[in-house]
């Protein structure tokens, strides 16, 4: 528990020690990845993550039209727990609010704990593979949340990793892979996307997202995807769903090779030559609410605006 209690964001020298060819994907990549969306309407999303009991401590919301919590709401998932952090999220003044479960949040493992939460806080949506509808400014946006993350110890809502060099979702019965299951319930339509896992590549921190959810993205392609799990690598990240972004992940998932590289670097370059519009993708939120040394430091939320 320590280890992942303390676990730093690595140096640019310890990075490249650890894998010359992920430090020069990321390196190439990183740069022509746009960091924002182009905003159009101003649908404020207001997004947390990873709050493990400091939500008091935590600093205060922003404004917004949604607020989501990405899951880890406790350190050890007892109702005592959840009962804190719900009564903080219902108190906020954000009119629609939705919330999934960590792996961290056990109680929540319970039908009678999910019967509960719906009995005592009507004014939180829980989100446990399911969907839910939200109108705003006359704009309609499905939203859907899964707590389940690649198994590491002995936590709720996990499945065995996939490796990225032998899977495919496509040549594989969808029973033979429990993430595939997983993740192929999330509707095509999807506008906001809440797991508690991030996915491969983006976000993760030294390859620690899912391979399977990453292959489900391509199918869906949601506006919004919030997340958490890595605190480490919290941050936004802004992706196209373009053939430079599909070499970067390729080379991160061990596919790709120096190869792959060398692609990356020919499809950042024609989409820098022909200037193609950055406008339409999927915005990437990890939004981790605690980091640095054990946890100690408060980073409250991210806002994004759809």
């Not at 919330?99 to 949040?105: L, R, S, V």
């Not at 899912?210 to 802004?238: D, N, Q």
């Not at 024609?270 to 100690?296: K, Q, S």
């Amino acid at each position: 528990m320590d280890a992942l209690l303390d676990r730093q964001l690595p140096t640019a020298w310890e990075r490249f020690r650890s894998s010359p060819l992920l430090f020069l994907a990321r390196l190439l990549y990183n740069p022509f990845v746009p960091r924002h969306q182009l905003v159009r309407d101003k649908v404020r999303v207001v997004c947390i993550s990873d709050t493990h009991n400091t939500h008091e401590s935590q600093p205060p919301l922003p404004d917004g039209d949604i607020l989501i919590h990405a899951g880890d709401l406790t350190v050890s998932g007892t109702r005592h727990e959840l009962d804190s952090v719900l009564s903080w999220l219902i108190s906020q003044p954000h009119p629609h609010k939705f919330f999934i479960a960590g792996n961290h949040d056990t109680c929540l493992a319970d039908p009678e704990t999910q019967q509960y939460i719906t009995l005592t806080y009507p004014g939180l949506t829980y989100l446990q593979e399911n969907s839910a509808q939200v109108t705003i400014y006359g704009r309609t946006f499905c939203i859907y949340g899964s707590p389940y993350i690649p198994k590491h110890g002995s936590w709720v809502f996990q499945y065995l990793r996939v490796h990225p060099p032998w899977y495919s979702a496509s040549d594989k019965p969808t029973s033979e892979y429990e993430s595939t299951r997983i993740w192929s319930r999330i509707p095509a339509l999807t506008d906001i996307l809440i797991t508690h896992t991030p996915p491969l590549a983006h976000l993760d921190l030294n390859q620690s997202g899912c391979y399977a959810l990453l292959t489900a993205l391509w199918r869906i392609r949601p506006r919004l995807h919030v997340f958490g799990h890595i605190h480490a690598a919290r941050g936004t990240e802004f992706v196209r769903w373009d053939r430079a972004q599909n070499a970067y992940e390729d080379v991160c998932a061990g596919r790709g090779g120096w190869i792959g590289l060398m692609k990356l670097a020919w499809w950042t370059v024609v989409a820098w030559v022909l200037r193609e519009n950055r406008a339409e993708g999927t915005t990437m939120v990890n939004a981790a609410a605690v980091g640095g040394f054990r946890d100690d430091r408060r980073n409250g939320a991210i806002v994004v605006r759809l």
